[in-house]
């Protein structure tokens, strides 16, 4: 075992904060059994107490520590896709604290497929695993509440600094954008998709027989079943604009006459974007553009814009993840 995560362990073990990568984007990790450990990661994030955590664990044999009544499709969707990019939502187990869960009755999980993820968590079951032997670390995306997430090791270091006893550096996150999160904690219900991601609801329906619901929203003033499900969230600070592709240079033209400095995040070939103050292009490909997307947000808000100007994304099912993503991030950014 490397000297880092034989100190990750350690830390972990006493209570303290390692952020660590996922295939999705780096956590901050603490020991999910210990209610105060917990409490310092809200503090690190300055996150409501009532937003649920997500638990990560080494392998599908330790659900049953933290799931009770847990369906048979919980155990096909975790063989199918763990280690992977998907949450569930399962009943809590009596010995799940309530702090991890926001008070709630359910608990989040997953096994992430990142290597370095895999390899702390193995090392720490094998070292007895936090308290009472629960073998859980609850991992929230390693920025500031509702801020863009971080998807390499020094986007952590920048957004919580001395907050984080440790950060372990596994280079940039694969996915780049968070798990699907799969409500199955309902009885005799219909799956029901909280979160979109990598992992598809025609993915998740070839698994267990029956397509995913998928909710419009949250109903106004409920409080956040699973996490990133608030309407504002992974928000730069720099107010942010999405712009249809065929009025792209019209727009900058406009905002430059203005004096406004613009930073634009594309996905086609555009001279006029590239002749911004600030340019990151994304492959217009979902998959590759969701792993470029955080990053260049971050980039962009980096660079002294008075406006981030992102060209709208394409249309169709394999667009649904980021798009719910750069929906938040608009809505949390606000208009300029």
């Known amino acids: 075992m490397s000297r880092d995560l034989t100190e990750a362990v350690r830390l972990l073990q006493a209570g303290e904060l390692v952020a660590f990568p996922t295939e999705t984007v780096y956590g901050l990790g603490a020991d999910a059994a210990n209610p105060e450990a917990v409490a310092k990661v809200f503090a690190a994030k300055g996150r409501p107490a ?7 664990l080494p392998g599908a044999g330790h659900l049953d ?16 896709f763990w280690p992977g990019p998907l949450t ?8 799940v604290p309530l702090a991890v869960t926001g008070g709630q009755d359910t608990v989040g999980v997953r096994v992430p497929a990142h290597p370095l993820a895999l390899d702390l968590l193995r090392a720490y079951a094998q070292a007895g695993g936090g308290r009472d032997g629960m073998c859980g670390i609850a991992g929230p995306s390693a920025n500031r509440f509702g801020r863009i997430s971080p998807t390499d090791a020094e986007h952590v270091r920048e957004e919580l600094g001395t907050a984080v006893a ?10 780049g954008i968070e798990s699907t999160i799969v409500d199955l904690s309902r009885d005799d219900a219909v799956p029901r998709i909280l979160r979109p991601g990598h992992i598809t609801p025609e993915r998740i329906a070839a698994v267990i027989g029956v397509t995913p619901d998928f909710p419009a929203g949250r109903p106004a003033g409920a409080v956040p079943r699973v996490s990133g499900s608030l309407d ?7 107010a942010l604009r999405v712009v249809a592709s065929a009025d ?7 905002l430059a006459a203005q004096g406004k400095r613009v930073g634009v995040l594309a996905r086609t070939e ?8 600030g340019c990151c292009r994304l492959p217009d490909d979902p998959e590759a553009y969701a792993r470029g997307f955080y990053a260049g947000l971050r980039e962009l808000d980096q660079g ?4 981030i100007v992102v060209e709208a994304l394409g249309v169709g099912p394999d667009w649904a993840a980021v798009a719910d993503r750069l929906r938040r991030a608009a809505c949390g950014a606000g208009e300029g």
């Not at 009532?50 to 990560?56: G, R, W």
């Not at 002294?304 to 406006?307: A, E, H, I, S, V």
């Open 166 to 175: 440790l950060v372990l550096d596994g280079g940039p996150c694969q996915v």
């Open 232 to 238: 504002a969230h992974y928000a730069p600070r720099t």
């Open 270 to 277: 555009s001279g006029a974007a590239e002749s911004a103050a």
């Open 304 to 307: 002294g814009n008075d406006l």
């Open 65 to 80: 520590r933290w799931a009770r009544d847990i369906p048979q499709a919980a155990w096909d969707l975790a063989e199918a």
């Open 50 to 56: 009532d937003h649920p955590l997500i638990v990560h």
């Open 248 to 254: 792209l240079a019209v727009v900058l033209a406009e």
């Open 88 to 95: 569930l939502i399962l009943k809590r187990a009596d010995a």
